[in-house]
Nanobody, 120 residues
Framework: QVHLVESGGGLVQPGGSLRLSCAAS????????MSWYRQAPGKERDLVGF???????SYPDSVKGRFTISRNSAQNTVYLQMNSLKPEDTAVYYC??????????????WGQGTQVTVSS
């Protein structure tokens, strides 16, 4: 059973940094694409970072150059380093397990989310 647990959220001032972590279990993490999403109140859940099983990454323009997604397959963990944070980055952040490239199975599994609040 896929299990994802996010951590690292909190309150940070504009211009500050946070690193989110997502601990994964119950599936072959090293062969699976992973993503980070966020959802602000009253808004849709949006992608903020994608990393493939082999480490290829992509970002939307809204966070490009500020956010970095990475993974440690030895620890079954995916990270989101967020720098130069803005008030509009305030949201609940979720990690997602996607395509297992060995079995071509898509998990579409989500963690419980971690709150990030950017405010002075």
């Amino acid at each position: 059973q896929v299990h994802l647990v996010e951590s690292g959220g909190g309150l940070v001032q504009p211009g500050g940094s946070l690193r989110l972590s997502c601990a994964a279990s119950g599936f072959t993490f090293s062969m699976t694409d992973m993503s980070w999403y966020r959802q602000a109140p009253g808004k849709e859940r949006d992608l903020v970072g994608f990393i493939s099983d082999i480490g290829a990454t992509s970002y939307p323009d809204s966070v490009k150059g500020r956010f970095t997604i990475s993974r440690n397959s030895a620890q079954n963990t995916v990270y989101l380093q967020m720098n130069s944070l803005k008030p509009e980055d305030t949201a609940v952040y979720y990690c997602k397990a996607g395509l297992n490239r060995a079995t071509m199975t898509t998990y579409n599994a989500w963690g419980q989310g971690t709150q990030v609040t950017v405010s002075s």
